[in-house]
Nanobody, 124 residues
């Protein structure tokens, strides 16, 4: 069983920054990928970024490339999403999720375990 807890969301002005954290309890997993997703009101959930726990390989959605950075702390079993130059359209609930193995997927259907989400609101 995997438990994921997101934190770090909040209210920020356009152009501002936030850092999200995803703390994972993955006692029974040796190789996995953690992804970040977001869902805006009335829209489908979309993949933002993901990172391999073992290799550190990453992938980003085109909409966040150059603005968001995903990183990991394997000792703390925590994945971070540094979000800079935030835009109004970045508003939404941000979720982290786990997929087994190194599968740098941004499709939510491939992920098995999910956190409860943290709200990010970008507003003037």
């Amino acid at each position: 069983q995997v438990q994921l807890v997101e934190s770090g969301g909040g209210l920020v002005q356009p152009g501002g920054s936030l850092r999200l954290s995803c703390a994972a309890s993955t006692v029974n997993l040796n190789w996995y990928t953690i992804g970040w997703f977001r869902q805006a009101p009335g829209k489908q959930r979309e993949g933002v970024s993901c990172i391999s726990e073992q290799t550190g390989s990453t992938r980003y959605a085109d909409s966040v490339k150059g603005r968001f950075t995903i990183s990991r702390d394997n000792i703390q079993k925590t994945v971070y999403l540094q979000m800079n130059s935030l835009k109004l359209e970045d508003t939404g609930v941000y979720y982290c999720a786990v997929i087994l193995g190194e599968r740098l997927a941004l499709s939510d259907g491939e992920y098995r375990y999910w956190g409860q989400g943290t709200q990010v609101t970008v507003s003037p």
